[in-house]
């Protein structure tokens, strides 16, 4: 292994003349590690955007009334919210880890397509610019909800529709070219003698994600057309008018938007998979159960999109086929959740950061999960069918779930990035205020939820007071927290005690066989049998 | 590594796989119509004129047929059903009208969508003749009684003793010109 890191340098020093300087490094870049960053970067700037639009939504909230803005307003910011949260800050921060950490886990020099990777990247920031911009013209932002259900988004809307449509479009086509880059580095570029079944479950989770992105994205990218010219060119296919129906755009639309939900939170499983057992100090308990359940979720999300739509007036067998289908999942996601549990069990763990908001993960999940069983039901969703009890339950899962697992990723491999170790004492302030408030945040909005209050409402009844001001209490604290964030990430690229090759000694995988911080280029020659096969070898 | 060697082939498959979804996402169209058609799903009725083809009156049973109207958002004509409800036997065929009266000071091609409500029950109802199957202009202030022909057919679910026929009028004008 040693030996290995001495000639990973020599090819570092061998290839720095390659490098660009200044912009044009990141604006030419088709480095994996260069994208990796680009794409997290952009992802934090999203989510710190995303984040400022739910702070206004939280103050105007803060009291019943409206205080600070207008309710047509209010409805730009939570759906525009949504889909920066969706598009600009969860999926490109995984697709940013995949880019940092594919090749470096299959034992790859970079991705498969590394031109159309700087493509895939920098159509983005159009793509968010265009969004963005509707808020500086005369019409205003989407405000149809992240949903853009028809006929809102067609016949009400409020002139948004074709930014909205086209940098939807942008989104999907960098998504695509994005997942594409992902199955094939995968099924083409693993170190000779890595075959599926040692990849490691994070590389599973991402190529079983990508065929998810390939199949359900051309369908986004086709309703959003079918809305375009429903807008602005005489179509009808969601016009009832016109002998369309607005109910297939529901069908359509959660055709795409239930796979996307697991887009969303299969690569948090693999994060959450790798971490587990290297501060369990454990082999991953289940490894190949893990790789079938992902696949089970996968599969069954084409199946359950509907209840999402128990209230359209479905018939009854239709209602009961999607109930089953959906609480099915429960199954496989209940196999992942014991198997971490599994690995945890009689560990000896340590609990650094990483490690932390794996276990919260875990934890704050499996509730979020839960509340998604009892949406499940038909008979109770009609209850809590667009009350607050949804928003609680898809920000578990999103929150609590998706972006824990990114800020665990982030601490795990930051000194992998970086090359220093990230200032502990600060690392676990941003994990304990984002806990607890992020809890303050979401949790009494299951009680708002059954209690009736309706979601996207810029005003509330008087007895839904006291919560909504917790809530936004919350809400600001865990937006204040993500400043300590930044503030460990700039610490540790500026400086800080030096990383070793391999930090955590219980981490297990190719990545940790290269120096930190990693060589720009790295298994330029493919790594040893002995480092694929990693250190629990003997237990297979 | 060998280079490049199979990536062309991968990304070509990748390619169609997404050329074929962005496909399927249109063919999901004319799909969830014949979904709809044959389960009856949403409670869409025949859009032409049916033919009666029941073999007999079942007078053992009755069903009442509720009439609503709604207009869509932006429409200022007055719609209502002459009668609010009937009671028919299977089979029976039956007459009835709706009144509407444009009150604007222009004129307005109205369209009137039909929807029934179980849905499931939709497909037992059918419509022999309807304006809804036509576009209804009307010069301002014009007033107009609309006719409906109707039988529910015998094979109506036993449980089903009450169905509700709903129409919703859209301004047209635009497309209509």
Same mark, same amino acid.
């Given at each position: 292994m040693t030996t290995n890191i001495i000639e990973q340098e020599s090819h570092e020093e061998h290839h720095d003349d390659h490098k660009m300087t200044g912009i044009k490094r990141w604006l030419y870049t088709t480095n994996h590690k260069d994208i990796g960053t680009l794409y997290l970067w952009f992802a934090f700037i999203m989510f710190l955007t995303g984040g400022a639009f739910a702070m206004i939504i939280r103050a105007e909230l $803060?009291?019943?009334? /409206?205080? /600070?803005? +207008?309710p047509d307003f209010f409805n730009q910011l939570t759906t525009v919210h949504g889909l920066i949260m969706v598009f600009g800050a969860i999926m490109p921060a995984f697709t940013g880890f995949a880019n940092w950490m594919l090749p470096m886990m299959v034992g790859a020099?970079? %991705?498969?397509l590394p031109r159309m990777n700087n493509w895939s990247f920098w159509i983005l920031p159009f793509a968010f610019a265009i969004l963005l911009s509707s808020?500086?013209? +005369?019409?205003?932002?989407?405000?149809?909800?992240?949903? $853009?259900?028809a006929p809102l988004s067609t016949?009400?809307? !409020?002139?948004?529709t074709a930014f909205f449509v086209f940098a939807v479009h942008i989104m999907g086509i960098s998504s695509i070219m994005g997942a594409i880059n992902i199955v094939v580095t995968i099924m083409n570029m693993r170190?000779?003698?890595?075959?599926y079944m040692k990849m490691p479950l994070f590389v599973w989770t991402f190529f079983i994600t990508a065929y998810l992105l390939i199949a359900v994205m051309p369908v986004l990218a086709g309703v959003v057309t079918m809305l375009l010219t429903d807008t602005y060119?005489?179509? !009808?296919? $969601? !016009?009832a008018a016109g002998?369309?129906?607005?109910v297939m755009f529901q069908h359509i639309f959660w055709f795409f938007g239930h796979p996307e939900v697991y887009i969303m939170i299969l690569p948090a499983f693999g994060i959450v998979s790798t971490i587990i057992p290297a501060f369990a100090r454990?082999? /991953?308990?289940?490894y190949s159960s893990m790789v079938y359940a992902t696949a089970s979720i996968a599969i069954l999300s084409f199946i359950v999109w509907a209840h999402h739509m128990f209230?359209?007036? %479905?018939p009854l067998f239709g209602e009961l086929f999607f109930m089953y289908c959906t609480m099915l999942i429960a199954v496989p996601t209940g196999v992942k959740v014991f198997n971490w549990v599994a690995t945890m069990w009689r560990g000896s763990i340590s609990f650094e950061t990483p490690m932390l908001f794996s276990i919260a993960f875990v934890i704050l999940f499996t509730i979020g999960g839960f509340s998604g069983l009892m949406l499940a039901m038909t008979p109770v969703d009609f209850q809590y069918?667009?009350?607050?009890f949804v928003v609680a339950h898809f920000h578990y899962v999103l929150v609590t779930g998706s972006l824990f697992s990114i800020f665990a990723g982030t601490y795990y491999w930051l000194p992998k990035w970086t090359g220093h170790m990230y200032h502990v004492g600060l690392s676990k302030w941003h994990f304990w205020c984002s806990l607890i408030s992020v809890n303050l945040l979401f949790f009494p909005m299951h009680f708002l939820g059954l209690a009736g209050m309706p979601r996207r409402i810029p005003d509330y009844a008087l007895q839904f007071a006291d919560f909504n001001q917790w809530v936004s209490i919350g809400g600001f604290a865990f937006g204040l927290s993500q400043f300590i964030f930044l503030a460990v990430i700039i610490k540790c690229i500026k400086g800080g005690e030096k990383a070793p090759?391999?930090?955590?000694?219980g981490a297990d995988g190719l +990545?940790?066989?290269?120096a930190s911080p990693a060589?720009?280029?790295? $298994?330029t020659t493919p790594p040893s049998q002995e480092d694929i096969d990693g250190k629990y070898k003997d237990d297979h | 590594m060998p280079e490049a060697i199979n990536h062309n082939k991968t990304v070509k498959k990748l390619a169609l796989v997404v050329i074929a979804m962005f496909g399927f996402g249109f063919a999901l169209v004319p799909l969830y119509d014949v979904f709809c058609d044959i389960t009856g799903l949403n409670g869409k009725t025949n859009d032409t004129a049916a033919s009666y083809n029941a073999s007999?009156?079942?007078?053992s049973r009755t069903v009442t047929v509720q009439f609503i109207t709604r207009n869509a958002k932006g429409i200022p004509w007055q719609f209502s059903p002459v009668i609010n409800s009937i009671d028919v036997h299977p089979g029976e065929i039956k007459f009835v009208k709706f009144y509407a009266k444009n009150k604007a000071q222009y004129n307005i091609v109205g369209q009137a969508v039909p929807s029934v409500s179980p849905g499931l029950a939709a497909n037992y109802f059918n419509k022999?003749?309807?304006?809804?199957?036509t576009n209804q202009p009307l010069k301002a202030g014009e007033e107009i009684e609309m006719g409906l022909q109707f039988y529910v057919d015998?094979?109506?679910?036993?449980?089903?003793?009450t169905l509700t026929l709903s129409y919703t009028l859209y301004d047209i004008s635009e497309n209509a010109s």
């Open positions: $803060f009291q019943p009334g /409206l205080q /600070l803005i +207008e020099p970079d %991705m498969a808020f500086f013209m +005369e019409s205003g932002a989407p405000n149809f909800g992240w949903t $853009f259900y016949t009400y809307s !409020n002139g948004s170190a000779p003698g890595m075959t060119f005489g179509t !009808n296919f $969601f !016009n002998g369309g129906d607005p454990k082999r /991953l308990f289940g209230t359209t007036g %479905m069918h667009d009350t607050y090759a391999k930090p955590w000694d +990545e940790w066989t290269v060589p720009y280029h790295t $298994f | 007999g009156i079942d007078e022999i003749e309807c304006f809804c199957f015998q094979d109506l679910p036993s449980e089903i003793n």
